[in-house]
């Protein structure tokens, strides 16, 4: 079945500077794909979902990138400021009818003032 | 905003003992996880639903049992605690016409 590899499992990164995490997954045929934040303690919390169709998605101080042809998908959280600090983790659907999220193992972000 | 809602928020059990973490959805949403998140594994799925009375294995099923009562209430148990089922876990629902899923706040269940 899908597998998703995630990494860095651990980054730290200056206020200001950019944070890069990155997915690779294994199932061709997937097509939807999420980037997940969580703080300490809190739930889950989308910050984008990606369809396959598309390949550069920005949002709110970061941009989603997703290469079909290499099967990965990254996040770059620009000009990183300590309230980003927290879990993000990658999404892939798996592509049988099930429709189940299969997860990155996550990454934690550190960002110092 | 769609709300999902576990209970209880924590637990501390013995081994072997008899859990059962609730969660409930107001939504309407047909599909409910049920998820587990540790360390190093992102979460991974346990079961899942379509609806009420189906229920569908998932990744990690081993260990527990689920059940949907209801359109609302999806049910994990665990009969047979051990410590390696110490987890934070999350439930989830989503419509089956949205790709989004929605998380409730979590369980954290301590296995001593």
């Known amino acids: 079945g899908e597998q998703v590899e995630q990494r860095p499992p651990h980054l730290s990164v200056r206020e200001g500077d950019s944070a890069f995490i990155t997915c690779t997954y294994t199932d061709p045929n997937s097509y939807y794909f999420f980037w997940y934040k969580q703080e300490p303690g809190a739930s889950l919390q989308l910050l984008m979902k990606?369809?396959?169709?598309?390949e550069i998605n920005e949002g709110q101080g970061f941009t989603v990138l997703l290469n079909k042809k290499d099967k990965r998908l990254s996040l770059n959280l620009t000009a990183a400021h300590p309230g980003d600090s927290a879990a993000y983790f990658c999404?892939?659907?798996?592509?049988?009818?099930?429709?189940?999220?299969?997860f990155g193992s996550g990454t934690q972000l550190t960002v110092m003032p | 905003e769609a709300a999902v809602t576990q209970s209880p928020r924590n637990k501390v059990t013995v081994t072997g003992g008899n859990v059962t973490l609730s969660c409930r959805q107001t939504n309407s949403h047909n599909y409910m996880y049920w998820y587990r998140q540790d360390t190093g594994h992102g979460l991974r799925l346990i079961h899942y639903s379509y609806g009420a009375g189906n229920l569908q294995i998932g990744d990690v099923p081993d260990g527990y049992k689920a059940t949907r009562t209801t359109q609302e209430d999806f049910f994990l148990l665990l009969e047979l605690a051990s410590p390696s089922q110490t987890s934070l876990y999350f439930c989830?629902?989503?419509?089956?016409?949205?790709?989004?899923?929605?998380f409730g706040k979590g369980t954290r269940l301590t296995v001593v």
């Open positions: 989830a629902s989503r419509t089956g016409r949205s790709t989004e899923v929605f």
């Open positions: 990606v369809f396959s169709s598309t």
């Open positions: 999404a892939v659907t798996a592509s049988s009818g099930s429709w189940q999220l299969i």
